[in-house]
């Protein structure tokens, strides 16, 4: 499978999280994403940077491009050095929120996209990946 | 008053007509005048306008402070012109480019009238520190005006984005647009809920049509707008629900726990009939 980076962009503050959306929206757009996969990627991002910059006290989102054979996917990663997640299996389930949210954003966001990937330890940050492909 | 600055006033007094013209042409030349923008007229003017200002605060003892009271006619001329500028969209060196080219022309003046004395090197020195300041001065009230346009931008997109439209006679309808932040979430809220007393609304209306992507946190501020609402006696109807949106919805697995249409018309149809109205289409005139 062939990696391409197109580019990072820093979560350090709301407006960032508009910014996030607007970049994942023009690279699922250039690469041809069908409208439907396109704010379904767009959405995942959205709950993600979102969690990054108030749980994760900002971070940085990495967006590549994935080539596997014929098919074509978007991968956008989401990294922090917060606090870290202690129960993953809790945190992934609907409607559990610390933060007086929906607590639907994890789990949602796992259904929106076809590959889901969460790494997190306590005092060591999080790094979620997200992989929509075409 | 310093003796260097002495030097540099009478230096302008005595050929003010040339430096001027001088400043102009170093002006033009540097690309710091927009043709069509700035008048030639004008430009002279302002030029004219603040050499004769720069002359008479060192008259009056004016010293590199320029943040004195000595400096003030000179201060209100440079932020005159670079409010002007930032308004007009020049850019920030285009108007620090406005004090700074008076330098070369300055200096050469200044090396003729003083050419063979020991304090030319004191003088130009001093010449160039005071000139540094006023063209840093420029730089930072352009700064300010082009803050102040910002400001005024999101004041303006806050109110625009936000207007509650009296439908029919106890009908309202909310147009959102654009990203749902909270600041903005909250005066959606406050105008909609006013808008219920005023218009003593029954249905209101929400149209998500010009909303990009709705997450979690949009889906949780009209659920609360939508619970406000009904606290006051109106029910609420979201519209403009588009495919994706929909799928992106379930996928969620967002519950928006008020009654939704893909369309406007099909919510203001549905508006009417619970408020016991009816539209008709006039029979054709004979």
């Known amino acids: ?55 994760g006290g900002g971070g940085e989102l990495l967006l590549e491009i994935l080539r596997d054979g014929a098919r074509r996917g978007l991968r956008v990663t989401f990294s922090d ?49 997200l992989i929509r492909w075409k | 008053m310093p003796a260097n600055f002495d030097a540099l006033a009478s230096a302008i007094e005595q050929s003010e007509k040339d430096l001027l013209r001088r400043w102009i042409a170093a002006l033009t030349a540097a690309g710091a005048t927009r ?41 209100e001329v440079l932020e005159e012109i670079s409010t002007a500028r930032a308004l007009r969209g020049y850019s920030p060196v285009e108007t620090a480019l406005f004090v700074f080219s008076l330098k070369e022309p300055l200096f050469d003046l200044l090396r ?19 000139l540094d300041r006023l063209g840093l001065f420029t730089t930072e009230v352009y700064q300010k005006s082009r803050e102040e346009v910002i400001k005024r931008q999101q004041d303006e997109l806050l109110e625009l ?27 959606v809220m406050e105008n909609l ?55 992106t919805i379930v996928h969620l697995g967002l519950d928006l726990q008020v009654v939704s249409k893909a369309t406007m018309a099909d919510a203001l149809s549905l508006a009417l009939k619970k408020t016991g109205q009816k539209v008709e289409r006039i029979a054709a005139r004979g």
């Open chain 2, 193 to 247: 809920l006013q808008m219920i007393v005023d218009a003593e609304a029954e249905i209101a209306i929400i149209d998500i049509t010009g909303v990009p992507a709705v997450d979690t946190l949009v889906a949780q501020h009209l659920i609360k707008t939508v619970a406000a609402a009904r606290l006051m006696g109106a029910d609420c109807i979201i519209s403009g629900i588009r495919p994706q949106i929909a799928q």
């Open chain 2, 35 to 75: 043709s069509g923008q700035t008048s030639d007229k004008d430009l002279k003017d302002a030029c004219g306008r603040f050499l004769n200002e720069l002359r008479n605060a060192i008259k009056n003892g004016a010293g590199e402070d320029i943040s004195s009271e000595q400096w003030q006619n000179a201060r």
């Open chain 2, 112 to 130: 003729q009238t003083l050419a063979r004395e020991e304090r030319l090197a004191d003088v130009l020195v001093a010449s160039g520190g005071l």
């Open chain 1, 1 to 55: 499978m062939l990696t391409e980076t197109i580019e990072t962009v820093p979560i350090r503050s709301s407006e960032d999280i508009v910014r996030v959306r607007q970049k994942v929206r023009f690279h699922a757009d250039a690469m041809g994403m069908s409208l439907i996969d396109q704010t379904k990627i767009i959405t995942a991002a959205s709950e993600i940077a979102r969690n990054t910059f108030e749980y």
């Open chain 1, 81 to 129: 050095e917060g606090p870290g997640i202690a129960d993953i299996e809790q945190a992934m389930s609907d409607h559990f929120t610390t933060g007086g949210g929906l607590g639907l954003g994890l789990g949602g966001a796992k259904r929106l996209v076809n590959e889901f990937d969460i790494k997190s330890q306590p005092g060591e940050g999080t790094r979620i990946s």
């Open chain 2, 161 to 187: 984005s936000t207007p509650v439209i009296q439908l029919w006679d106890k009908i309202l309808a909310l147009p959102l647009i654009g990203t749902l932040d909270s600041a903005r979430t909250q005066t």
